[in-house]
Structure formats: structure tokens, C-alpha cells
């Protein structure tokens, strides 16, 4: 491992998904709270825009950050039932994902929209994780580089140096969420490489500060062997996020 990925502070990722109301946020964010967590990493729970201010009145100045799980493409105006990122930013959460494999698939989300929401919650002091990933199908053909290079690209032409040097990066392989299948550290490291050499082409300072995180099933128990991994910078847990042993297990490993 190279000194400045030494220096790139792990973040491990909470994606609640649509799961979650008051009553258990509160138990679950209370359960979190109430371990000492002496981790040196960034832990972070991104939950349904509605429980933002729930977040806000329970996380503000403790260990754990909280975020979105996305982000409208406009600041503002006609745009019935989306959250702008200045909206977002009111309830001072500081990173919101995007990109995620269900929206590209379920609200055919583009590469082109998903950077448009990078750049745009960028400007609003938002930190992106823009989500990147291949289907079994595209894996099986071997295209797995060739889409997730891709995906990043189309963010990287809307953002100048400064700007993709903010970004955090999750390489989630679309057959491995949900699925209890896991990329092997291997197979991940690899894509992980490839990720960082592709910013690296347009800026080594990015490629350096960059984090990129693995998701898909990652577990309490496979967890260690997947963060020990060069260029693997946290996690993105979906699953385990929703269990504060197995998250809490899983940054006790980072
Ligand atoms: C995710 O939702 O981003 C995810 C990685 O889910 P899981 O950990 O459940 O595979």
C-alpha cells in the first residue's frame, strides 16, 4: 500500500434502503450511539431523505454521519417529488449516493443523469458516492471493465480537477447486492484498480484522494479480507447496515 492510500480515511457506508421509520431509526441509530466506537474510520448511514432531520436531531456531533440516498439533477423548480441537493444541505447532511444499481434499473437512471447529480450535489457541498457496477450478464462477457470505466467517465467529463478529487467512488457489482454472493477480494481489488488508473489518467492527485468503496453482500465475516485490500477504501453495506452487531462488526474490521 502506497502512502497516500494510507493517509485515504476508511469509510464504511450504511445504505438503509427503503427500510427503516422513526421507532427502529431510532433504536437502530440508538444501538449504534451506545457502543464506544473507537474505529479510526468514517461511519456513515445513508437513510430515506424523509428521516434526514430525525438524523439531524440524533447524529449531530456524535461519530456517525448521515447522508441521502439520492439527489435530484436540479437545484430547483418543476420537479414534482424530488429533493434538491440544497434541500439535502438544510438538514446538513454531507454525502448523498448516486447511481445506485436500482436506480439505473428501476428508474432507468443514464450514465449522463447519474453525473449530473454528481455535479449538482457537488455544488452543494455534498459529497457524491457515485455507485458503479456490471450485471452478470455484462461480467459472463467480460465487459466488466469496459462498464464501470464507463460509468465513471461520464462523471469525470462534468468535473473539473478540484471537483472529482471530492468524490467517493463504490464499486458494486450488480449480481453481488443483495444476493449473498461476494466479489472475492481478488476480483474486487482488480476492478478497484482499474477504477483508480481511470482517475488517475485525467488527475493523480483525484486518483490518490479518491476512496472507493466494495459493495455487495459484505458481511462481519468478509469483510476484513475485502478492506485489507489495496485499493479498497471501505464498504457500502446495504443487508448488514440494517443489524447495528453486524454493522458495528463490520467497522471493528476496518
Ligand atoms: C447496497 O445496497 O448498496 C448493497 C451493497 O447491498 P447489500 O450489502 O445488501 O448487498
Known amino acids: 500500500m502506497n502512502l497516500m492510500a494510507q493517509q485515504r480515511r476508511t469509510l464504511i457506508a450504511g445504505n438503509w434502503k427503503m427500510n427503516g421509520q422513526l421507532t427502529a431509526n431510532s433504536a437502530l441509530l440508538g444501538d449504534l450511539l451506545a457502543t464506544p466506537l473507537e474505529s479510526t474510520c468514517e461511519i456513515l448511514v445513508c437513510v430515506p431523505s424523509v428521516y434526514l432531520a430525525q438524523c439531524e436531531a440524533l447524529l449531530q456531533r456524535t461519530p456517525i454521519a448521515y447522508g441521502a440516498q439520492d439527489v435530484s439533477a436540479h437545484q430547483s423548480g418543476a420537479y414534482t ?22 436506480r439505473r434499473a428501476y428508474h432507468h437512471e443514464s450514465d449522463e443523469l447519474v453525473a449530473q447529480k454528481a455535479l ?8 457524491p458516492i457515485v455507485c458503479v457496477g456490471e450485471t452478470l450478464e455484462q461480467r459472463e462477457a467480460g465487459r466488466t471493465n469496459e462498464i464501470v470505466v464507463t460509468q465513471l467517465r461520464a462523471v ?10 471530492r468524490i467517493v467512488v463504490a464499486y458494486e457489482p450488480v449480481w ?22 481511470t482517475l488517475a489518467e485525467r488527475s493523480e492527485f483525484a486518483a490518490d484522494k479518491v476512496r472507493i468503496l466494495y459493495g455487495g453482500s459484505m458481511k462481519p465475516d468478509n469483510a476484513k479480507e475485502l478492506l485489507e485490500m489495496p485499493d479498497i477504501d471501505g464498504g457500502l453495506i446495504g443487508g448488514a447496515s440494517l443489524k447495528a452487531v453486524d454493522f458495528l462488526a463490520i467497522v471493528a474490521a476496518a
Not at 449538482?120 to 459529497?127: G, Y
Not at 469525470?156 to 478529487?165: E, Q, R, S, T
Open 156 to 165: 469525470m467529463d462534468v468535473l473539473d480537477d478540484g471537483a472529482l478529487a
Open 120 to 127: 449538482q450535489a457537488l455544488r452543494s457541498s455534498i459529497c
Open 176 to 197: 453481488a447486492i443483495g444476493t449473498g454472493k461476494t466479489a472475492t477480494p481478488e476480483m474486487a481489488q482488480e476492478v478497484h484498480a482499474v477504477l483508480r488508473a
Open 81 to 102: 417529488g424530488e429533493v434538491s441537493p440544497a434541500m439535502l444541505a438544510d438538514f446538513s447532511c454531507k454525502y448523498v449516493i448516486v447511481g445506485h444499481s436500482e
